[in-house]
């Protein structure tokens, strides 16, 4: 089945400690993103790639790091800088401009 | 100014009701427009998509796109409770700095009670 995955789907970090969240699509799909959904907040843009090897800040990138070294994957990294990682982390992926996005299943990323 | 507008709701309707739910948006370049459906503490998912003016209907689901109003719509005819759940519009424009960017509603909460 072609699809996004993303893992875990659950996940605990403590202070301090640097996460690492997996998104890995078999779409074919050149264009990646990553989202972050608070409660009533809606959807908020980290990071996007168009492409491999290349990557673009969005809205709340500070405190999140990402690399795209292969056209399926596009992790995330929560680092001990973002003060609030608390949150349901979304990827998403797409064929190219003007084309729909599919998303993942999500992480749910909780602080303890 | 946002560039997505959209009512969060929560909106809440019988069983049966036509729904109507909807998004402004101030960027003109924007061409592609995108409905998805998201279950609490899942994935959103694809319901429509529309690249433009005018109606798309699939089943009990109409979208409808005003370029002229930067007004777009989604209908659900015979609403029913597995319909309970968040819609998100979602939007890209065709060209310039941003391409490849999506940008997304708030949500709207729909309930749809037997």
């Known amino acids: 089945d072609g699809g996004i995955t993303q893992s875990p789907k659950y996940l605990f970090r403590k202070e301090g400690q640097n996460v690492t969240l997996s998104c890995e699509q078999n779409?074919?799909?050149?264009?990646m993103y990553w989202y972050r959904q608070d409660p009533g907040q809606g959807l908020r843009l980290i990071y996007y790639?168009?492409?491999?090897?290349?990557?673009q800040k969005g809205d709340i990138a500070e405190g999140y790091s990402v690399s795209r070294e292969k056209k399926e994957s596009f992790p995330l990294t929560v680092t001990s800088a973002q003060k609030n990682p608390t949150a349901f982390y979304l990827c998403?992926?797409?064929?190219?401009?003007?084309?729909?996005?599919?998303f993942g299943q999500g992480t749910r990323l909780t602080v303890v | 100014q946002k560039e997505v507008e959209q009512d969060p709701g929560p909106l809440s309707v019988p069983e049966g009701a036509i729904v109507s739910l909807n998004c402004t948006y101030s960027n003109s370049a924007f061409q592609y427009f995108m409905w998805y459906r998201q279950y609490s503490r899942k994935g959103p998912e694809l319901l429509m998509y529309?690249?433009?003016?005018g109606n798309k209907e699939d089943g009990r689901f109409t979208a409808q796109v005003d370029k002229s109003s930067k007004y777009i719509s989604l209908f659900i005819r015979d609403s029913q409770p597995s319909d309970s759940a968040t819609y998100l519009c979602a939007m890209s424009p065709d060209r310039g700095s941003t391409l490849g960017r999506l940008y997304f509603g708030r949500g709207t909460q729909l309930t749809v009670w037997p």
């Open positions: 998403a992926s797409r064929a190219g401009r003007n084309t729909e996005a599919f």
């Open positions: 779409l074919n799909h050149d264009a």
């Open positions: 790639s168009q492409i491999v090897n290349d990557f």
């Open positions: 529309t690249y433009s003016s």
